[in-house]
């Protein structure tokens, strides 16, 4: 691949900034815990289960905790007092924290050392869980290999988790590589993961960790049969980020959507709450092996795509500082970016190609998530495939890594069956006719394309150096991104940011961390 | 009123009145000879004669696509059909801020959001907020408009809760998702609501990519608008319907 020929120090620069930018936010992390932090230490600790009301034990462990404000201890040391004092299990322990008599109020013993005694062997069979993940879905993906990239990945949103797991080993067998079983659309803005089975949503379907498993089995079924590892993709984003992110890892998923700007932004999730839950996230993300999906192509849906171009630019540098931070490899950051520049504008595709080319240069080993248009199509399904046809042509001319496929039938409804299909069909032959093309570009010095990546990552780097000047919270107050203002204090689950105490106590965290035992 | 003449129309494919149309579905089965027969067959007992199955592709193990042609028989008399259209004066940004400032004399309000569950604001923002849609300004930079876009997942209690408190003139709502008609009964339900709260004099309009103004007229809605809705036209509405009002109520 002939790379363009952009200004390298432009690019050092930025990733300076961002790393800078970063830098501040995680202050902020560093001293402060969530309740959805808090449940996924519990989650991590195998609590499971949920009352007759559908709501789960570790939110009722953890909201209690948190409505007699001793959560900035953190739950893991409440949890280790339990256990200290003789529960038989963290079960047991979180059942007691929950519904036992007066909440513990921290007088008498056990010692710290007691505690963190009592917590140490269920901090490395919670590591180990996650651990043993990896290590199947590591044996499993080098044992039957996956398919040429870019990746194919489709989308099933049907809201009832059977037919989910149906369409997607039909998605397989029609040569999709990668499955996404969308969410049902209001889940990211609730503060608890449903239980079980579910076969009613609303644009999509329920994560929990039931449906998960569902769908891993029929993936693992199908593999086997077609003699191609299958990934499975889910969304750790909106207000129960981190415990997501703990359910993929220890049902082996594949890849999760994990980008707090995207629910800042698109679901008005507060800042502050979800770049902590994002941390923690990333932290159990990195060491299951899951590659994140961010949302930066979504920016272009509510920004314009030629104007604001460089904010993605400038969202991806950020996200590869927050993900560096959480110990993420940059083979684990699946950067996202889009196909969405209005089709009626002479050139558009050349620059896309300098976009796309841009990305893949700026970030050579990060499997880019290429994402198609869905903003500038239309009921005219014939049209709408020509448009995903040049967006095939781009996504394998440019090399990226991960493609979502375009559906005809966006803007008209859900996928069917035969739109995945017809997409796939038609990917396959973009990308088998160009499949060397990239080794052959080479770009004009003093063409458009070579401008028009200039000019962006310039965007950039100014845009950048304004977001540092003015610190990440202010910026996103602003508007800095896809044009939506969203201020530091505002939106969904503040309520659930709690300082963290002196002692706080959260080996999981820890072990995440490299730290302590 | 005098029937207009009848006009016969047919589907128009290579010659006029062949009837000639496409279609493309999925069977559960796997494709093989009697998969394709199927598919013909099926085509049939939708009526089409002269039937091309013009391929039988490999979906899935168990599911073949069809790509079909055939004769559709169906004739329709064009003059019977009739559908409730919006009537919008064709004014630009200028002269609906001219029109308010002359004729209704004060800013006017307007208040939208995605209702329920939906959360695909692409359209609302479309409208209202100052970029707009295709080169045609969004209602917030109108100087004679105050537009407050609520943004998505908005309660259709709370949305006219803003409403009254905003004294809004007319009420915007989106919707997106389409999936077992909860498009439907959302948008029912916020009318429904605002009959029982006394507020259904204010204008209610209901967007999105599978409304149309019979769909909304349907749902009790004074409005609907379809894709492709630029801005200036909501706005032209919008003041075109509250200066009419005006005009029944002064005389």
Not at chain 1, 177 to 189: E, G, K, N
Not at chain 1, 493 to 499: N, Y
Not at chain 2, 94 to 120: F, L, P, Y
Request: hydrophobic share 45%; aromatic share 8%.
């Amino acid at each position: 691949m002939h790379p363009l020929p952009i200004d390298d120090a432009v690019v050092d620069e930025c990733r300076a900034l961002a790393g800078d930018i970063a830098a501040g936010v995680q202050r902020f992390i560093d001293a402060h815990t969530t309740v959805s932090i808090e449940r996924t230490v519990l989650r991590a600790y195998g609590i499971d289960g949920a009352d007759a009301e559908g709501v789960p034990l570790v939110n009722t462990c953890v909201d209690r905790y948190l409505a007699a404000g001793r959560i900035g201890h953190g739950i893991a040391w409440w949890l280790g007092r339990a256990l200290a004092r003789g529960a038989a299990s963290p079960q047991e322990a979180a059942e007691a924290l929950a519904y036992g008599g007066d909440a513990d109020d921290g007088t008498g013993g056990p010692s710290k050392a007691e505690v963190l005694a009592a917590l140490a062997p269920h901090t490395a069979a919670a590591i180990s869980r996650i651990d043993q993940a990896r290590d199947k879905r590591a044996a499993d993906r080098t044992r039957l290999g996956t398919g040429p990239r870019p990746w194919k990945y489709v989308i099933v949103a049907t809201g009832n988790i059977y037919d989910d797991a149906d369409q997607a080993r039909a998605a397989a067998q029609a040569g999709a590589d990668i499955i996404a079983v969308i969410r049902s659309t209001a889940q990211s803005l609730i503060d608890y993961v449903p239980y079980g089975a579910t076969t009613e949503g609303f644009g999509g379907t329920w994560a929990t960790q039931e449906n998960f498993k569902i769908v891993r089995r029929a993936l693992d079924d199908e593999q086997e049969k077609l003699g191609r590892y299958l990934m499975q993709v889910n969304y750790s984003s909106g207000l129960c980020m981190p415990e997501i992110a703990l359910l993929g890892a220890v049902e082996r998923l594949d890849m999760l959507l994990n980008d707090a700007m995207y629910g800042i932004l698109f679901r008005d999730i507060n800042p502050r709450r979800t770049l902590c839950d994002q941390y923690f996230s990333r932290r159990v993300i990195a060491r299951a092996g899951i590659i994140i999906n961010t949302g930066e192509d979504n920016y272009l849906t509510t920004a314009d795509a030629v104007e604001k171009a460089h904010t993605v630019i400038a969202s991806q540098f950020i996200n590869e500082a927050f993900a560096r931070r959480a110990g993420l490899p940059d083979e684990l950051m699946g950067l996202g970016h889009a196909f969405e520049i209005d089709k009626s504008i002479e050139d558009s595709f050349l620059m896309e190609m300098a976009q796309a080319q841009l990305v893949r240069q700026i970030f050579p080993k990060h499997p880019i998530k290429w994402m198609p248009a869905t903003k500038h199509k239309s009921g005219d399904v014939f049209w709408s495939h020509r448009v995903d046809g040049l967006f095939d042509l781009v996504g394998v001319a440019t090399n990226q890594s991960i493609e979502l496929l375009g559906m005809m039938t966006e803007s008209i409804h859900t996928p069917l069956l035969q739109d995945r299909f017809v997409a796939l069909k038609g990917a396959d032959y973009v990308f088998n006719a160009a499949r060397h093309l990239s080794e052959e570009i080479m770009w004009d010095p003093n063409g458009r394309i070579v401008a028009r990546a200039k000019q962006v990552l310039g965007e950039a780097r100014d845009q950048l150096r304004e977001v540092k000047a003015e610190g990440m919270f202010a910026a996103v107050a602003r508007g800095a991104f896809a044009d939506v203002k969203r201020p530091e204090t505002g939106g969904r689950g503040l309520v659930g940011v709690v300082e963290k105490a002196k002692d706080y106590v959260n080996p999981i965290l820890d072990a995440l961390e490299g730290k302590g035992s | 009123m005098t029937k207009p003449a009848p006009e016969i129309i047919r589907a128009y494919g290579d010659r006029k009145n062949d009837g000639r149309i496409q279609l493309s579905f999925t069977l559960p089965v796997a494709p093989s000879g009697r998969a394709k027969e199927a598919a013909r067959r099926f085509a049939e007992q939708l009526g089409l004669k002269n039937v091309l199955v013009a391929t039988t592709e490999k979906a899935g193990t168990n599911f073949s696509f069809f790509v079909v042609y055939g004769n559709a028989d169906i004739a329709l008399d064009f003059s019977e059909i009739v559908v409730p259209e919006v009537t919008v004066p064709e004014w630009g940004f200028k002269e609906i801020n001219h029109i308010i400032h002359d004729q209704i004399a004060r800013k006017v309000v307007v208040v939208g959001a995605c209702t329920g569950s939906d959360a695909h604001t692409v359209g609302i923002d479309a409208i209202l907020n100052m970029k707009g849609y295709a080169g045609d300004k969004g209602l917030e930079a109108y100087p004679w408009f105050d537009a407050y876009n609520l943004g998505a997942q908005v309660d259709n209690a709370a949305l006219l809760a803003r409403a009254k408190e905003l004294r809004a003139d007319a009420v915007l709502v989106s919707q997106v998702m389409t999936q077992r008609d909860l498009h439907i009964e959302n948008s029912q339900q916020l009318i429904e609501l605002a009959r029982k709260a006394g507020m259904r004099d204010l204008l209610f309009l209901l967007g999105g990519p599978r409304i149309d103004h019979k769909l909304a007229r349907e749902l009790g809605y004074d409005a609907g608008f379809g894709p492709g809705t630029k801005p200036s036209q909501v706005a032209s509405y919008i003041v075109d319907t509250l200066v009419k009002r005006k005009q029944v109520t002064e005389r």
